[in-house]
């Protein structure tokens, strides 16, 4: 399999946008654990059309003009947590959800342990959203692009990190 990348500036620090001829595989942050997402042997395509259309989705989501991404996804992971990855597109723009609730999701309440390892593992943060998922508690939980960030895209949501909205 081929995979492409190009870099975009954003509010949350530069993404690398990294994907294959079947869809996006990976939103990488700017200091981002190279251990969190397997590398992808890529070269660089600015005018690939997958990577043009997920940053001009981006930046309509970071404008505020775009709640839902239709970009064509091929995350690289296991079938587990591509279970988890795709509940995480389930969750509707602006809400949050705790691990235990999205575990409750997929069928187990005692996942949610596991549920916050794929999470963490998410190649395709922002659209997948995991910023979305908090403690049990409504607290802040570890992010990828670090918790700056994630209570940014909470605020750009319309969500206020200290008072998570659960549904």
């Given at each position: ?18 994907a ?8 990488v942050?700017e200091?981002?654990?190279?251990k ?7 070269r ?5 059309p ?13 404008d ?12 690289v ?19 949050t ?15 949610s ?36 960030a994630k209570?940014?895209?909470l ?11 659960k549904?």
């Amino acid at each position: 399999m081929n995979y492409y990348f190009k870099n975009m500036p954003s509010p949350v620090g530069e993404l690398r946008l990294v994907a294959s001829d079947k869809g996006l595989a990976a939103i990488v942050w700017e200091k981002d654990d190279p251990k969190r997402v397997r590398p992808l042997p890529a070269r660089e395509d600015k005018d690939h059309p997958i990577l043009v259309e997920t940053e001009r989705q981006l930046r309509a989501y970071f404008d505020g003009e775009l709640r839902q991404f239709s970009v064509p996804l091929d995350p690289v992971g296991t079938a587990f947590q591509k279970r988890v990855w795709r509940e995480l597109l389930a969750i509707p723009f602006g809400e949050t959800v705790t691990y235990g609730q999205l575990a409750t999701r997929l069928g187990n309440p005692k996942l949610s342990r596991a549920v916050g390892a794929a999470n963490a593992r998410n190649p395709i943060s922002i659209i997948a959203a995991c910023h979305r998922v908090i403690g049990s508690t409504g607290g802040l939980t570890g992010y990828a692009g670090g918790l700056k960030a994630k209570a940014c895209l909470l605020t750009l949501e319309g969500d206020r990190p200290e008072k998570p909205r659960k549904k």
